[in-house]
């Protein structure tokens, strides 16, 4: 059990960095959503004519813009496309999605064919998105997305990845196209293009290569040039930032249902082979003659699994949203003075005093009994772990504003005020202290509180032991 409690931890701790990162691009997008065009040292926005532009209002802002001379217009509309990419991919954090607003935009404004190479995990580029302007041609898109195995680099990008700097290539030749090429049906496809000229510019997130942009044209009158080059070099700049948050966040799914997915089979499996456990650990108990004490060994043992398995099913129910309750009239004091008797045996064999102070006419609460008890399960269970022999345990409730707050309040030695934020998240141990259990315990006590429409939360100084609070609705 220990090797699946640390594949568990592993796969948690996995998707707990992809969320800070996430977390951390996520204030990025946020910054570059409210921008507007990315200068470099080679690009200088004409003065004061352009931010006007970008003040006024859509029709106010065309009109301006018909006024101003052709190249300061030019800048100022390109400036503007940049500012709504970032809008429209400031609305979703769908890695697909990503990839369709850059190629639009790509196609819509700049190119006739716009391809995105990505880095895989191998380390290895390849077309992840190609859009063409023409609708009718999507037999070409999917030529040039299929890659044949082996090949190191996508062909069109490949300098530009090498070097890790932009190419403006002002003639495309036959030569040229043909290289560009891993197939007849590309070569097809490209020919079919007949593009004159063409940009790369590398996609790059604070030093990190991601991929390339490539962008190709078939109008002869107007090969791209310099101030092309720039404006892609904005647009890639901006698009990396939201791809790479994009990617963050598909990582972060993709992290949580592997770990959901784990979670699940591993409960599962592990039913079967528990109950024949528990079949011949009672088979010893009664009629194994000395093999009686080995046979409740045996059957504690499997107890305690059948506790971490039915843990990791209620984990899974919570993640995926399909744990339910069965609420209904419970008496406060009833309830407390059944926990009370369930409980009593566990704590003395801890050496640790366990009691109840009864309140007064406190109402009954709109709850599911089972999960309530499991509830106090979890919390009393918590504090016997972390209360030395001599200690106590105090359990209480009171009425307030429509609920009732209960509390689980421990001598135990208590916890860093750094850590309190954590105690909830999933399989989380108290730095330093002896892995005790999977860590799911509170994780479900509060997803058990929060199906019940209240809220859970700890106070806790080191040292001075632990209270827990917890709210349930009263019943109408």
């Known amino acids: 059990m220990d090797e699946l409690e640390q594949q568990l931890a592993d796969c948690d701790r996995q998707l707990t960095l992809a969320e800070r990162q996430l977390d951390k691009h996520e204030r990025i997008r946020s910054r570059l959503a409210a921008g507007g065009f990315e200068t470099t040292s080679q690009t200088s926005m004409a003065a ?153 510019v590398p996609l790059m997130v604070q030093g990190r290569l991601l991929g390339a942009l490539s962008l190709l044209a078939s109008d002869m009158s107007r090969p791209y040039d310099r101030t092309d080059l720039r404006f892609a070099e904005a647009i890639a700049r901006r698009a990396a930032f939201f791809l790479e948050n994009a990617r963050l966040y598909r990582a972060a799914k993709r992290a949580a249902q592997a770990r959901d997915d784990l979670l699940g089979v591993v409960a599962h499996d592990l039913r079967n082979p528990l109950t024949v456990i528990r079949t011949l650990a009672a088979y010893l108990r009664h009629d194994g003659g000395e093999d009686g004490p080995v046979g409740e060994e045996i059957e504690h043992a499997a107890v305690r699994m059948n506790r971490l398995i039915q843990d990791l099913l209620d984990i899974t129910r919570l993640e995926a949203n399909r744990f339910l309750t069965k609420p209904e009239r419970v008496n406060v004091l009833d309830i ?125 100084e080191p040292a001075q032991g632990s209270t827990f609070f917890f709210t349930i609705p009263t019943a109408a």
């Not at 639009?104 to 998105?129: S, W, Y």
């Not at 063409?132 to 037999?139: E, F, G, L, T, Y």
């Not at 640790?352 to 509830?375: G, H, K, M, N």
Request: aromatic share 4%.
């Open 48 to 200: 004061s004519g352009e931010e006007d532009v970008q003040r006024r209002s859509d029709a106010e802002r065309d009109v301006a813009l018909a006024a101003m001379p052709v190249d300061r217009r030019e800048v100022a509309r390109r400036r503007r496309l940049v500012g709504k990419l970032g809008e429209a991919l400031a609305t979703t954090l769908e890695f697909e999605d990503t990839l369709n607003s850059i190629a639009q935009l790509v196609v819509t404004h700049l190119a006739d064919l716009c391809i995105i190479n990505l880095i895989d995990d191998d380390g290895v580029a390849r077309p992840v998105k190609v859009f063409c302007r023409d609708p009718k041609r999507a037999w070409v898109c999917d030529a040039l997305m299929r890659t044949p195995p082996g090949r190191q680099q996508a062909p069109v990008a490949q300098l530009v990845l090498e070097k890790k700097r932009s190419a403006l290539i002002t003639h495309v030749t036959a030569d040229l196209i043909r290289s560009w090429a891993v197939s007849e049906d590309q070569l097809h496809a490209l020919r079919s293009i007949a593009p004159k000229s063409a940009i790369t």
């Open 336 to 460: 407390m003075r059944d926990v009370l008797a369930i409980e009593t045996p566990l704590a003395s064999l801890a050496s640790i005093e366990l009691r109840f102070d009864e309140p007064s006419d406190t109402p009954d609460v709109w709850a599911d009994r089972d999960r309530l008890v499991q509830i106090f399960d979890n919390l009393i269970g918590n504090a016997v772990k972390f209360t030395k022999p001599g200690g106590g345990i105090a359990l209480g409730a009171i009425a307030h504003a429509g609920e009732v707050r209960f509390h689980v309040e421990d001598t135990g030695c208590g916890i860093a005020a750094d850590q309190v934020p954590h105690v909830f998240d999933r399989f989380w141990q108290a730095p330093g202290a002896a892995r005790r259990g999977a860590g799911l315990g509170l994780t479900i006590v509060k997803g058990i509180v929060e199906a019940h429409g209240g809220h859970v939360w700890v106070r806790s």
